[in-house]
């Protein structure tokens, strides 16, 4: 789309914050990106510490709008944290920060709303309205990235939780291996560094270990489908608890198919076994649902209620 046609427009500054990535975009009311931009995460060493990366990115983001003559009427920024329901970072398993992001990213935007979720709520929030969750009474939003996270989605609204804390599929138990979590046993992360401990080969992350796979590596091989394995029990026990209409995986690792998918469906098939499970759907906006629901987070936030930040 050209500048041009964008003049006169509203838009989002959307940022997709991540442990290895900063994504960002202008985002437009109906979920379309206009633009978009992305940058290493790290930085110095650490994961954006300080949040400078994310308000580097806003920044030049904002400049970019003023330059296509499109009016930015707010900030949605989604983190890989804990985030509580009025919009403030609660843990420091991933990012560097020492400030809350919404006071940093405030100025760049005066009077105009800033909204903060967590990541996995976003994508939660851009497949329920524009992706694979559409229309559905209810769902389950798995992220499967770097991380491991999910949340619950019902009559279009994402379930956040009393402390926001609702997304916590990741730190669920692993019986009898190590490490003894999910995330740790069968996120990007996790089956990297499993790798890495079986082999004594470093790799880069966990596209490197499916590369790996699929040219006849046996260890590589074992991991990721003893990754797909975990998940997808762990899928089956979700169901049994909340007995959503449909699973909506997304992330980057978890959108592309191949040895974890076949056998995170195969678990979950063998372990969900009332008839009529739901189906596991791949999130129709892939990667950049977290990125598209950070926008609509702040699109949908009432203007007479700015320090609420609730996903509604």
Not at 81 to 102: C, H, K, N
Not at 163 to 187: C, I, K, Q
Request: charged fraction near 20%.
């Amino acid at each position: 789309m050209s500048a041009a046609s964008d003049a006169g427009a509203r838009v989002v500054v959307a940022l997709d914050v991540g442990g290895t990535t900063l994504s960002g975009g202008l985002v437009a009311e109906d979920g379309a990106v206009l633009c978009a931009a992305e940058r290493p995460a790290a930085r110095d060493g650490g994961r954006d510490p300080g949040l400078h990366g994310t308000v580097a990115l806003a920044r030049e983001l904002s400049v970019r709008a003023q330059d296509m003559g499109a009016e930015v009427v707010g900030i949605g920024a989604g983190f890989p944290e804990y985030v509580s329901q009025v919009g403030t970072l609660t843990s420091r398993d991933v990012i560097g920060w020492d400030e809350q992001p919404a006071g940093l990213l405030a100025p760049l935007v005066p009077g105009r709303p800033v909204v903060v979720e967590s990541d996995v709520r976003c994508g939660a929030l851009a497949e329920a309205r524009t992706g694979s969750g559409r229309g559905l009474g209810s769902f389950l939003y798995v992220s499967l990235g770097t991380g491991l996270s999910a949340a619950f989605v019902q009559d279009g609204r994402v379930w956040a939780g009393q402390r926001g804390e609702a997304l916590g599929l990741g730190t669920w138990p692993v019986h009898g291996v190590l490490p003894p979590d999910l995330e740790g046993y069968a996120s990007g992360s996790g089956i990297a560094a499993r790798y890495s401990a079986v082999t004594g080969s470093a790799v880069a992350g966990a596209r490197a270990v499916v590369a790996r796979a699929e040219a006849g590596d046996a260890a590589a091989f074992d991991v990721l489908s003893t990754a797909g394995g975990a998940l997808g029990t762990a899928l089956a026990w979700a169901v049994a608890l909340l007995d959503p209409a449909a699973i909506v995986l997304g992330g980057g690792l978890g959108t592309v198919g191949g040895l974890l998918d076949e056998s995170m469906r195969t678990a979950y098939a063998a372990h969900a076994r009332r008839r009529g499970r739901p189906p596991v759907r791949r999130a129709e906006l892939g990667a950049r649902s977290g990125l598209v629901g950070a926008a609509l987070a702040a699109w949908e936030h009432p203007a007479d209620a700015r320090e609420s930040h609730r996903v509604a």
